[in-house]
């Protein structure tokens, strides 16, 4: 069966500090895709990432990376040097053999200032 | 390009009324998918369709929850005699692909459904 984790519930740290939001995955396919979304206060979703299963290069995009490891199944995402405004939930997901995105229950983070 | 539209943005309804969430997919995607988000919670699938034809709707309630994305005009989902527990955010997604595992959903802003 597909599950997501997303242990930490809520995370709190103070600007200009580094976060790492974690994200562990199940699932039986060997090919398979992972995501990371933002939800912001305002509510809508927004897409910061998709990783394919083939592909275990970290990546990086200004402030954020990601760290994908396959064999502890987790796909964790770092926020460096924090801001106010990446305060948000973030969401994990996975998509298998079948087209439904599976969500983590999500992380609060919250940027101190 | 217009993204994924959805309206309301806000819905209050009282129990037992009929709320009717609607989603307008991205120009040129024909597969919408909607999910729900409970307070505090991820999103849960719902429903797939396309045009005319619901795909999968095994995350769909059995009562009071129906779906439909007609030949022309947006995707509806209907929400029968509302009760509290319906409260929550009903997201629309959409794509050009159903299938391919490596296709983004595109999401819309969300319906806020408020039941009193």
């Known amino acids: 069966a597909q599950k997501v984790t997303q242990a930490q519930t809520e995370i709190s740290v103070v600007e200009k500090e580094d976060v790492t939001l974690d994200c562990v995955y199940e699932?039986?396919?060997?090919?398979?895709?992972l995501f990371w979304y933002k939800q912001p206060p305002s509510g809508e979703l927004v897409f910061l990432i998709r990783?394919?299963?083939?592909d275990e290069q970290n990546e990086i995009s200004g402030r954020y990376s990601w760290n994908f490891q396959k064999s502890t199944s987790s796909f964790n995402f770092t926020i460096t040097a924090s801001q106010v405004v990446d305060s948000a939930v973030y969401f994990c997901a996975l998509s298998d053999s079948n087209y439904q995105l599976i969500w983590g229950a999500g992380t609060k983070l919250i940027i101190k200032p | 390009n217009a993204g994924v539209m959805q309206n309301p943005r806000h819905l209050v309804r009282r129990r037992g009324q009929e709320a009717r969430l609607r989603c307008s997919p991205m120009k040129g995607h024909s597969h919408v998918y909607w999910y729900r988000q409970l307070p505090e919670e991820g999103l849960k699938f719902m429903v797939y369709l396309q045009k005319e034809n619901i795909i999968d709707e095994s995350g769909m309630p059995k009562e009071r929850f129906s779906a439909e994305f007609p030949k022309e005009g947006p995707s509806i989902l209907r929400i029968q005699q509302v009760v509290r527990g319906d409260s929550a955010a009903y997201f629309c997604?959409?794509?050009?692909?159903?299938?391919?595992?490596?296709?983004?959903?595109?999401f819309g802003p969300g319906t806020r459904l408020t039941v009193l």
């Open positions: 997604a959409s794509s050009p692909h159903p299938t391919a595992r490596w296709n983004e959903q595109f």
């Open positions: 699932t039986r396919d060997t090919t398979y895709y």
């Open positions: 990783r394919n299963s083939f």
